[in-house]
Structure formats: structure tokens, C-alpha cells
């Protein structure tokens, strides 16, 4: 019986590849790879001649017996385009099966998006919530952020350069204003970690581009539930400010920094207001 060895790639510069994982990638009989050319390019950098076949979200429904099936006859090593497979990339799918099948699957760890940019984010990482690519609905997203806000642990999230702005307001409104580490292309050559609280994030990538990790503040004391004299104090400042033709984002800010309320409880109250003079 062959073996699944799950093998973490590089995010970026090949050089972080490490020794063992070459050593797999030269001895299995197939590769299965969710991009082939990435991983070709790899590949030659090492001059490994192997079988590489594509596995990814498009294919893995139809490829999945077939890989699984390969495995009786042979050693198989699974990659992702980059980082360590099955951590928000196809490949989970695979790795369940053959275990309930009875083969062997084998982690050959090495780099990982995650964990490198907790390990740089200065913020603490004893506990952590890694909530991966959230959704691209805004409503859905929402929801999701605030299961996750009153959590005291830094969380973790993926976002592409097209949904990250819309991720940054939907952390403000949601989470409020706090301090985030944007890790953006880890390891290339256009490498940038950003520090900074959430406005200064949305201020800075006015036009994102390439792949982000974000790792953000978990709850803190500050963020408790306003009492109902503050949320009433609140309501009547906002209002007053509606009134006056000020824009939500502007508004939100002076309000918080007249009644010291998070930005995401603020905006919330907003909406109220505005649905209230519908």
C-alpha cells in the first residue's frame, strides 16, 4: 500500500523548501499538485523529474477516487500552490478519504502562510482562531466576524487583493478599530508587513494587489458592551450628526473619539438610525 505524504511548498522563495520534502517529491510516483505549473517550476529549480497530475476546487470532486485508487500502487505527494495543503486549499477531501481507507498519510511540514505571519505579528499568539477565506457575501461575512468578536485570541484571516478593502470595512463595522498585522506577498519579492489599527490599513492599500494574511487583535476589555446610558448618549450624538449631513464613516469617527465606543457598536447604531427613518 502506498502513502499519502502531504508536503508543505514554498509561499514564495523555493529557497524555504526544505531538505525533506525534496527528498518525497523525488521519491513518489505522483504528484498531485493544485497548480502544476507552479509546481513544475519548482520542480526543475531541483531538478526532479516526477508524474505531476492536477488536483484542485475544480477537478477534485472527479479526480478524488482516482487519486485514492493510486495509492494502492504507489507513493503519492500532495502540494498546494503554496503553503502547507489542506489549510484552506483543496486537499482536505483527499487526505479523509485515504485515511478512512486505510493508507498512510504522512505530514512533511515546512512553510505555512499562517503561522508565519502570527510568528511576525508581534501580537500574541499562545491562542489564535485561524478563520481562513470568509465569505465573499457581504451579509455572510458579517455574520462571521461577529461570532468571532467577542473572542479574547488573535485571529487570522486569508483575503485576496480584490475582497480586501471590502474585508478591512467589514473588520471596522464588525470588530472595530483594532490593531492588525496585513502580511502581504510573505516571502517574494515584493514582501510587506503592515502595522497598523484597521483605518490605517483601509488608508494605506488603496489599491491592493497580490496574496494577504491578516492577523488581528483579538476582544480586550475596551471592547465590552456599552452600557445603556452610553448607547442612549450615543444614538442622540449620531442622530444629531445625520442631521447635519455628516457621512457615516466621519461620523462614526468623531463619535468615537467623543465617547471612546468601539467604531463596529457606533455603526451599528447608525444603521438603526437610518433604518428607523425609513
Not at 515546512?110 to 508565519?116: K, M, N
Request: proline residues 4%; charged residues 25%; positive net charge.
Amino acid at each position: 500500500m502506498g502513502t499519502l505524504y502531504v508536503v508543505a511548498t514554498p509561499l514564495g522563495n523555493l529557497g524555504d523548501i526544505t531538505m525533506r520534502a525534496l527528498q518525497v517529491l523525488r521519491s513518489v510516483g505522483l504528484i498531485a499538485a493544485e497548480d502544476t505549473r507552479t509546481t513544475r517550476k519548482l520542480l526543475a529549480r531541483y531538478e526532479i523529474k516526477a508524474a505531476v497530475t492536477s488536483y484542485h476546487a475544480r477537478n477534485a470532486r472527479a479526480k478524488l477516487g482516482a487519486l485514492v485508487a493510486e495509492l494502492a500502487e504507489k507513493d503519492i505527494a500532495l502540494v498546494s500552490e503554496a503553503g502547507t495543503p489542506g489549510i484552506s486549499d483543496p486537499g482536505s477531501e483527499l487526505i479523509a478519504l485515504a485515511a478512512e481507507q486505510g493508507y498512510a498519510v504522512v505530514p512533511v511540514p515546512g512553510p505555512s502562510a499562517v503561522t508565519a505571519a502570527l510568528a511576525v505579528s508581534g501580537l500574541p499568539s499562545q491562542q489564535f482562531v485561524f478563520l481562513g477565506f470568509l465569505p465573499s457575501r457581504a451579509g455572510e461575512r458579517r455574520r462571521a466576524l461577529q461570532a468571532a468578536a467577542s473572542l479574547p485570541r488573535t485571529l487570522v484571516l486569508l483575503e485576496a487583493p480584490h475582497r480586501l478593502r471590502a474585508m478591512l470595512e467589514a473588520l471596522l463595522a464588525t470588530l472595530g478599530n483594532r490593531r492588525v498585522v496585513v502580511c502581504r506577498e510573505m516571502t517574494k519579492l515584493h514582501e510587506e508587513v503592515f502595522r497598523a489599527d484597521v483605518q490605517g490599513a483601509l488608508d494605506h492599500f488603496l489599491a491592493p494587489r497580490g496574496e494577504f494574511t491578516l492577523v488581528v487583535e483579538g476582544a480586550t476589555a475596551k471592547d465590552a458592551s456599552p452600557t445603556a446610558g452610553e448607547v442612549t448618549d450615543a444614538r442622540a450624538m449620531l442622530s444629531k450628526l445625520r442631521r447635519s449631513g455628516m457621512t457615516a464613516r466621519d461620523a462614526v469617527a468623531q463619535a468615537s473619539q467623543a465617547t471612546g465606543l468601539r467604531r463596529r457598536e457606533l455603526y451599528r447604531l447608525w444603521l438603526e438610525g437610518n433604518r428607523g427613518k425609513q
